[in-house]
């Protein structure tokens, strides 16, 4: 998988900023993803920014004071990356010393590309900082855009799994073709956080009640009012894609 997911933002390095972001359905998730970072990172911390890409968050976080540490796995991708201090990695395994950052970023589902999602927790957590934050928004295995996928795509054992494991195996149908992908429940999410001694002290839903599936709304509609149900806060746990917001205890 680690192999599949290098070689796909490879191929898209050229384009990422040009396919994703004149998204409308991207636009919104980017907007929401602003809004934590802009109420948690602070200018003068040191932040890990993994899974960068084309450096996107690494730039806007620089933007406002912070001091960035771009990582990805795709070289190609880190090329790209304006920011100067880029470290080419896998986020499952971080090449980075302990107890160095004040804040950990993994930004545009990041984790749903890695199988062993607690093993990368642990590795981010041991490079965080005591009080150190953790963000990272993850693609959820219960919600109302799933259940789509399993009755109309991915079939519904794959629903089965996620109610009895919180992990399912399946695809993301990306701008140009599906590449394997993993996805959490909440409840497994926030369990592997407490695992490796990450807090959970926030949560924000991003398309909560979205009227149609992703792979059809990430093309060709928009949402408008749909984005209002996301203020319900209290129901990210059922939110299609879920910003997680821990500190090191």
């Not at 890409?53 to 806007?60: A, I, K, L, P």
């Not at 080419?88 to 984790?111: I, K, Q, W």
């Amino acid at each position: 998988m680690t192999k599949a997911v290098a070689r796909y933002y490879d191929s898209i390095a050229h384009v990422y900023d040009d396919v994703y972001l004149k998204m409308k359905y991207y636009r919104v998730l980017y907007r929401k993803i602003g809004e934590v970072i802009d109420q948690y990172i602070k200018p003068g911390m040191y932040v890990l920014d993994v899974g960068s890409g084309t450096g996107f968050w690494s730039v806007y976080m620089t933007s406002k004071g912070a001091h960035v540490t771009s990582l990805d796995i795709s070289e190609k991708s880190l090329r790209r990356c304006s920011c100067p201090d880029r470290v080419a990695g896998d986020a499952a395994l971080l090449p980075v010393r302990n107890n160095t950052y004040d804040a950990v970023t993994a930004l545009g589902s990041v984790y749903n590309h890695i199988q062993d999602i607690r093993t990368a927790f642990k590795s981010a957590a041991r490079t965080l900082k005591k009080g150190g934050l953790f963000i990272t928004d993850i693609d959820n295995a219960l919600c109302l855009d799933m259940l789509y996928e399993y009755l109309l795509f991915q079939g519904v054992s794959k629903l089965i799994s996620a109610l009895k494991n919180g992990v399912v195996k399946g695809v993301w149908e990306a701008a140009d073709g599906e590449i394997p992908f993993s996805y959490y429940a909440y409840f497994y999410i926030k369990s592997a956080l407490a695992e490796v001694g990450l807090k959970l002290i926030d949560k924000r839903p991003i398309y909560l009640l979205p009227p149609l599936p992703t792979r059809l709304l990430q093309r060709r509609f928009r949402l408008g009012a749909f984005e209002k149900f996301d203020l319900l806060k209290f129901l990210a746990p059922f939110s299609t894609t879920v910003i997680y917001i821990a500190v090191k205890a």
